[in-house]
């Protein structure tokens, strides 16, 4: 059935704890356009690091929000998710077919789409035109090769962020790990938040690889968690950087943002080759990074790597290849005896806004991932 609005969570963009759930019009559905609804979407640290690099990164940019005349400005964090096409206006796509993509915090939006294949398409709002065509991509499940329909949850909670893990490992093996691995000598690779999913994603790819030595990073509380995985070939907590050599050759994977932790490992480690900066899970934490020693840290962007991949391999290989690790990390991931995630549902606008909350914070058991609907 078509909706005529959306009901939507909204984030203020200077004060990301602050939230607010509105009922927006949709309007008449444009000719070429098509209407879905939002079925479910993962929400994770990955999310937060939108909202905190929103203006940056132009996250915000993706669903802007129209001005609600209060004097805030206000924003809809995209996230990864599935959703039902309602109604449509495209020859090409019909009521009743299953997406997944990048949505807003959403019950339903419109998108226009663009470049109709059997397997995907883009969406080509104005407004988008600008911005990175991987988040413009939208999958019909129908024809997509990672797609089951038993594993929704896990593909909106674990695809986007593997996909990023995947890359980060493959950007450091193409760049011959900065150096780190010159002369036959073991890198050691060093990951902040090792409990959050897009660093054990890394560290399981990472880990397959002959010669290096993956180190995850975490709070005292997360040890036994991230030890319980096996992708790490040690855990330390975040006062324990006295067991790393200080003259080891390493690079920092950075998935906290932490400005004082980096300060600490850029210090500690003169050894360090490469500083790679790839999220805030610790965003009361985020700063700069002057007076910090060492390799300037460099923000990694995925779509940049998937493009090299891309140019350098063609797109079927680089989807083969992905898929093909894809389904190695989840076997592992959801074995039945030792499964590292566990899925928690909330349904509904208040419980949307309460486990934004949760994951803003950081609370909770880091094995277990957030599937979210505002549909009660």
């Known amino acids: 059935m078509q909706t005529s609005d959306t009901l939507e969570l909204l984030v203020r963009k200077d004060q990301i704890a602050t939230t607010a759930l509105r009922t927006s019009p949709l309007g008449p559905l444009a000719e070429g356009s098509v209407r879905v609804g939002i079925d479910s979407f993962a929400l994770t640290s990955n999310n937060i690091t939108y909202a905190a690099m929103g203006d940056a990164m132009q996250y915000w940019q993706f669903y802007p929000v129209a001005d609600a005349g209060d004097g805030i400005a206000w924003g809809r964090v995209p996230v990864w998710g599935f959703g039902l096409v309602q109604a449509s206006r495209h020859p090409d796509l019909a009521v009743g077919e299953r997406l997944y993509g990048y949505f807003p915090m959403s019950s339903a939006v419109d998108l226009v789409p663009a470049k109709v294949a059997t397997g995907s398409f883009m969406d080509a709002s104005p407004h988008r035109a600008a911005l990175h065509r991987v988040y413009n991509q939208y999958v019909r499940c129908a ?20 996909t990023t893990s995947w890359l980060i490992d493959d950007f450091l093996a193409d760049n011959d790990f900065f150096g780190a691995s010159a002369n036959g000598a073991r890198p050691v690779l060093l990951l902040s938040s090792a409990s959050s999913k897009t660093a054990y ?13 993956v180190v995850g990073l975490t709070s005292p509380g997360n040890v036994a968690f ?28 950075d998935f906290a943002g932490n400005a004082p932790l980096r300060k600490a490992i850029h210090t500690h480690c003169t050894g360090l080759r490469y500083s790679c900066s790839i999220g805030a ?17 460099i923000l990694f962007f995925a779509p940049a790597q998937i493009k090299k991949r891309s140019d350098e391999w063609g797109p079927q290989v680089l989807g083969q290849r992905l898929v093909q690790s894809w389904q190695e ?48």
């Open 201 to 213: 994603g890394t560290a399981f790819a990472l880990a397959q690889r002959v010669g290096v030595e």
């Open 226 to 253: 991230c030890e319980s995985l096996g992708c790490y070939h040690r855990v330390l907590t975040y006062d324990q950087l006295d067991a790393i050599a200080p003259d080891a050759p390493a690079i920092y994977i």
């Open 281 to 297: 899970t610790h965003v009361s934490e985020m700063g700069g990074a002057k007076d910090t020693p060492g390799p300037k840290a």
């Open 329 to 376: 990390f989840i076997a592992t991931v959801a074995k039945p005896d030792h499964p590292w995630l566990r899925v928690m549902h909330h349904d509904g606008p208040e419980a949307v806004q309460a486990a934004y909350q949760q994951v803003l914070g950081g609370r909770g058991d880091p094995r277990v991932g957030h599937v979210l609907s505002l549909s009660a």
């Open 143 to 162: 024809a997509d090769p990672f797609y089951t329909a038993d594993t929704e949850d896990i593909q909106a909670l674990l695809r986007p962020l593997f």
